[in-house]
């Protein structure tokens, strides 16, 4: 049982680039999640996805985009990179039910220069 | 809007000691609240959830705490070890789909 897979686990962008981020869960969640971390400020949530064609904002989506075809897969798009957007992304999901937990991947740590 | 807040941002205590993290939330109606650990370069690793029916909930040498009416949770960690460092962090779970709010964390070190 692999979890929450992210690719790549690196990556540095030039400004003005575009990525994909890549996540794919095997636990069949409903929910997945998009956060980004970055020093002394905790997590901040980007997008969310509470089910395959239903996406929404969190707190931070400009600069990004996702989608969620499947129930596996929920990718975050980066379009024309900035310096801002340099941070570490964490993709997760859960069952959907309020008392199951959060898993996480391991993350992507982006650079953009 | 839910926020989260940890104090201290950092705690190193040496090998055995039993210890306390705190964690205060400023809306109390929240359906749970969880713990997760994270060591360096790595992803979030859940510990704990107790929901809000709850005050507690243990697992190992963990125990953590919930009193929604003060905002306040507690991690509690018997007979810390070296193993233990890492960056702690809660999360208040207000419902609105499944939307966490995380606090910063706090870095625990526990010297040999």
């Known amino acids: 049982n692999a979890g929450v897979t992210q690719t790549p686990k690196f990556r540095i962008l030039k400004i003005g680039q575009s990525m994909t981020l890549q996540c794919t869960q095997d636990?069949?969640?409903?929910?997945m999640y998009w956060y980004r971390q970055d020093p002394g400020m905790g997590l901040k949530l980007i997008y969310y996805?509470?089910?395959?064609?239903?996406?929404d904002k969190g707190e931070v989506p400009n600069g990004y985009n996702v989608s969620r075809s499947t129930t596996e897969d929920f990718p975050l798009r980066l379009e024309l990179a900035a310096p801002s957007q340099t941070s570490v992304y964490f993709c997760?999901?859960?069952?959907?039910?309020?008392?199951?937990?959060?898993?996480f991947g391991n993350g992507t740590r982006l650079t953009v220069t | 809007k839910q926020e989260v807040t940890q104090i201290p941002a950092a705690l190193s205590v040496p090998e055995g000691e039993n210890l306390v993290l705190n964690c205060s939330f400023t809306?109390?109606?929240?359906?749970?609240l969880q713990w997760f650990r994270q060591d360096p370069g790595k992803g979030l690793t859940s510990l704990l959830l107790?929901?809000?029916?709850?005050r507690e909930q243990t697992s190992g040498r963990l125990n953590a705490s919930l009193d929604k009416s003060s905002g306040r949770s507690t991690l509690y960690i018997a007979a810390s070890q070296p193993g233990d460092s890492a960056t702690y962090l809660c999360?208040?779970?207000?419902?609105?789909?499944?939307?966490?709010?995380f606090g910063k964390g706090i870095t625990l070190s526990v010297r040999p």
């Open positions: 996805s509470v089910g395959a064609g239903i996406t």
């Open positions: 809306d109390s109606a929240i359906y749970n």
């Open positions: 997760a999901s859960r069952l959907g039910l309020k008392a199951t937990p959060l898993h």
């Open positions: 636990m069949n969640h409903n929910y």
């Open positions: 999360a208040a779970d207000t419902g609105a789909n499944s939307k966490l709010t």
């Open positions: 107790i929901q809000s029916s709850q």
